[in-house]
């Protein structure tokens, strides 16, 4: 009996975790490309993870919400310079044209994540689920890289 619990829990903690196994994504007409976020240094309680989402699709679609259980919360946001001061502000809802691609990148536009449950240490992973107004949801497998990263590793 002990054996056949520990056998279900393994089978459960698979099947939760298949969607995170992944590195890139696709939804319909859309693909998630290389999702990752820099670790956080201390007690930070914010980090960032980017992207990149290409829509291949017949429409034009929008990023309506953001999900995962390492934040508090999780919205996107946007880098200005204005009078030599760098700002961040929430965006709202973001397009992604048909045809086109939306990169979320250091010094750009980015997830962010408040209220950090723990640090995001370099060589994990965790879930984010995105939320489009047409595809629908997806969850995705975030890679936790070093904390100076610049940028994608991809070519």
């Given at each position: 009996?002990?054996?056949?619990?520990?056998?279900?829990?393994?089978?459960?903690?698979?099947?939760?975790?298949?969607?995170?196994?992944?590195?890139?994504?696709?939804?319909?007409?859309?693909?998630?490309?290389?999702?990752?976020?820099?670790?956080?240094i201390?007690?930070?309680r914010?980090?960032?993870?980017?992207?990149?989402?290409?829509?291949?699709?017949?429409?034009?679609?929008r990023?309506?919400?953001?999900?995962?259980?390492?934040?508090?919360?999780?919205?996107?946001?946007?880098?200005?310079?204005?009078?030599?001061?760098?700002?961040?502000?929430?965006?709202?809802?973001?397009?992604?044209?048909?045809?086109?691609?939306?990169?979320?990148?250091?010094?750009?536009?980015?997830?962010?994540?408040?209220?950090?449950?723990?640090?995001?240490?370099?060589?994990?992973?965790?879930?984010?689920?995105?939320?489009?107004?047409?595809?629908?949801?997806?969850?995705?497998?975030?890679?936790?890289?070093?904390?100076?990263?610049?940028?994608?590793?991809?070519?």
């Amino acid at each position: 009996m002990k054996h056949i619990a520990t056998l279900t829990m393994i089978i459960v903690g698979l099947i939760f975790t298949a969607p995170v196994l992944a590195q890139d994504a696709t939804l319909g007409g859309l693909t998630i490309v290389d999702p990752w976020a820099r670790a956080t240094i201390g007690k930070a309680r914010a980090g960032a993870v980017y992207m990149t989402i290409v829509n291949n699709g017949d429409s034009d679609d929008r990023v309506m919400a953001i999900e995962t259980p390492v934040a508090r919360k999780a919205v996107i946001h946007s880098i200005e310079m204005s009078s030599g001061v760098m700002k961040m502000r929430p965006t709202g809802p973001v397009a992604v044209n048909q045809g086109g691609t939306t990169a979320l990148q250091p010094g750009g536009l980015h997830v962010m994540l408040m209220g950090l449950q723990e640090p995001l240490r370099e060589g994990e992973r965790f879930p984010l689920t995105l939320t489009f107004e047409k595809a629908g949801s997806i969850t995705l497998a975030v890679t936790v890289r070093h904390f100076a990263a610049k940028r994608s590793e991809r070519p």
